[in-house]
T-cell receptor, first 116, second 116 residues
């Protein structure tokens, strides 16, 4: 069982809808991540939060809006998505990285998003 | 961006055979990770490597952090049908600056099929 929980597991939405993806971890990690993954491809980093502050935005379109309400929760707010945004959205968490060493990221099972 | 060359892209093997896959890069890494992803799930961490030359086992899995810090391999011995999935190598680059030193660079994945 994954220690990173994502909801919902599946989401179908129209291009004009607003929805949110949720992620929760209770491992005491202070870094959390959003990734987008297409079928049989590696995950692509979207956002990184470190100590609840956004530290990396990989030039993600503004129709994706992340939020980190506290150290255990990470949200991804979706609005006016395009069909090409259909993918598996993965959340991950880890200890905060530092130059001398990095603890591995632990992934949730993702939300399968389909845009009609 | 930085690239990890992972090979082979896919493998079709008989149950009981040993499997070997590897990742190489022109960049120096300070962490190597190996993940397995099954359909409908997120990537699951198999082995984490932190030092050049490190050899680590996890059951039938063995992975090594290359001496040059530019490569890593994963071996699976006596494969079984439940080994089926996509295996990803990932690593953090040692000279990444600022907030980027926690970013994972992923290989393209090795799709493993095991025939009973």
């Amino acid at each position: 069982d994954t220690e990173v929980t994502q909801t919902p597991k599946h989401l179908v939405m129209g291009m004009t809808n607003k929805k949110s993806l949720k992620c929760e971890q209770h491992m005491g990690h202070r870094a959390m991540y959003w990734y987008k993954q297409k079928a049989k491809k590696p995950p692509e980093l979207m956002f990184v939060y470190s100590y609840e502050k956004l530290s990396i935005n990989e030039s993600v379109p503004s129709r994706f809006s992340p939020e980190c309400p506290n150290s255990s929760l990470l949200n991804l707010h979706l609005h006016a998505l395009q069909p090409e945004d259909s993918a598996l959205y993965l959340c991950a968490s880890s200890q905060v990285p530092h130059q001398l060493g990095n603890q591995p990221q632990h992934f949730g099972d993702g939300t399968r998003l389909s845009i009609l | 961006g930085q690239q990890l060359n992972q090979s082979p892209q896919s493998m079709f093997i008989q149950e009981g055979e040993d499997v070997s896959m590897n990742c190489t890069s022109s960049s120096i890494f300070n962490t190597w990770l190996w993940y397995k992803q099954e359909p409908g799930e997120g990537p699951v961490l198999l082995i984490a490597l932190y030092k050049a030359g490190e050899l680590t086992s996890n059951g039938r899995l063995t992975a090594q952090f290359g001496i040059t810090r530019k490569d890593s391999f994963l071996n699976i011995s006596a494969s079984i049908p439940s080994d089926v999935g996509i295996y990803f190598c990932a690593g953090t680059i040692s000279n990444a600056g600022g907030t980027s030193y926690g970013k994972l660079t992923f290989g393209q994945g090795t799709i493993l099929t095991v025939h009973p």
